[in-house]
């Protein structure tokens, strides 16, 4: 198999998955653990951000989950002995939780202005997004993925999020992608 266009030579420090193909695929991403400042403060952040539920907590680490998970936790916390990596260095920009509809974007929208923790939102064209950063500044997603059956390639993307239209448009119950 070649390797795509644009991506660097391997080196013998990666694996070479493009000589081959690979016996096994992953199914998703079943869990994010974050090195945090303090897990009890940030936990009750993700409690009120993102409405998960805490399965386990010390002062160490927390461990977190949404209340219709099927893991014994989606999010976990640990504390962190030094200060985080400055923005847009090499790490992790975000994680992207999903909403089950434009409704729930939209309380998601409010309740995080509230909170002072919103600071982007855009339309993807594939889905609706808000940005977020937690108490220690790191940032996650909270998106709205649209149904197959209303991707329209002519809609703009990466563009402003008018949420009130997408709701005009689709109704505040209309299920995403990802909720079925």
């Not at 998955?17 to 009750?44: E, Q």
């Not at 962190?80 to 974007?105: F, K, N």
């Amino acid at each position: 198999m070649a390797i795509p266009s644009g991506l660097p030579k391997p080196t013998k420090l990666h694996f070479h998955a493009c000589d081959k193909m690979l016996s096994m695929t992953a199914l998703g991403l079943r869990h994010a653990v974050l090195w945090v400042s303090d897990p009890k403060a940030s936990a009750r952040f993700y409690q009120a951000a993102l409405g998960l539920e805490v399965k386990v907590e010390s002062d160490k680490a927390a461990f977190l989950s949404s209340p219709k998970s099927t893991t014994d936790h989606d999010l976990g916390l640990f504390r962190a002995r030094g200060s985080g990596a400055a923005p847009q260095h090499i790490g992790l920009y975000h994680l992207a939780w999903e909403v089950a509809t434009l409704g729930e974007l939209a309380d998601a929208k409010q309740r995080l202005a509230e909170m002072g923790a919103l600071v982007g939102e855009s339309n993807h064209g594939v889905s609706r997004s808000l940005y977020c950063h937690d108490p220690d500044g790191i940032e996650f997603e909270i998106m709205w993925e649209l149904p197959v059956e209303l991707w329209d390639p002519s809609d703009p993307s990466n563009v402003p999020l008018d949420l009130e239209a997408d709701i005009a448009r689709w109704g505040r119950d209309r299920p995403g992608r990802g909720s079925s």
